[in-house]
Structures are given as C-alpha cells and as structure tokens.
C-alpha cells in the first residue's frame, strides 16, 4: 500500500522560515511529477509547486522567489523550502505524487495525496 507522510509545519512568524518534507514509501515502481498544494481556511486547494522526476519547476505567481521545491529521487522524497512567509502563506500544505505500481503485467499510474501539515504564520 502506498502512502505519502508530511512532515515539517508548524508555527512561524512572519518572515521566518520553514521546511517541510514528503515521504512515499511502499510498493512503488517509479514516480513522476510530485508537487505541494495548500488549502487555506474556506479556500479551494491551491497549487504550490511542482517538480518533474527530471528536476524541472513550476511555482504559482504568490510564492516564486520564496519557495523552492527540491526532491530526492532515491528516496522517494520531496521537500518545500519556505522563506519570506507571509500570513497568507498559512494553510494546510499536501503533498502530491503521480506515482506507478507494477502487478505482474500491467503499470499502473495513480495520483496519491499525503494527509497534510499545517502551516502557520503570524503577523
């Protein structure tokens, strides 16, 4: 059974920084694009960053030059380095994965959501 498993939020004041970190463990074949999301209180989920197995970034408008997504392909991993927050920066932030699973014929791609970590930045 594959999961994903947030790691990192927390309190912060404004300005300060955080680090937040996904793991995918289980019966994983390989994974594509993986990525963070947020959902602030009476908001849709929103897109954070993204990040191609290849290395290739996206970052909504909001958080360029402030966040920098990274990931570790050997393990499984990514991470979302955050500066410069701002209160509108708190949420719950997700992780995201496009990952594969093999049966003994077949590949088979499925998007999986991590359960969230909470990030608060007071003003």
């Known amino acids: 059974q594959v999961q994903l498993v947030e790691s990192g939020g927390g309190l912060v004041q404004a300005g300060g920084s955080l680090r937040l970190s996904c793991a995918a463990s289980?019966?994983?074949?390989?994974?594509?694009?993986m990525g963070w999301y947020r959902q602030a209180p009476g908001k849709q989920r929103e897109l954070v960053a993204t990040i191609t197995r290849g290395g290739s970034t996206n970052y909504a408008d909001s958080v360029k030059g402030r966040f920098t997504i990274a990931r570790d392909n050997a393990k499984n991993a990514v991470s979302l380095q955050m500066n410069s927050l701002k209160p509108e920066d708190t949420a719950v932030y997700h992780c995201?994965?496009?990952?594969?699973?093999?049966?003994?014929?077949?590949?088979?791609?499925?998007?999986?959501w991590g359960k969230g970590t909470l990030v608060t930045v007071s003003s």
């Open positions: 289980g019966s994983i074949f390989s994974i594509n694009d």
């Open positions: 995201n994965a496009e990952i594969v699973t093999a049966t003994l014929d077949q590949l088979h791609e499925m998007d999986y």
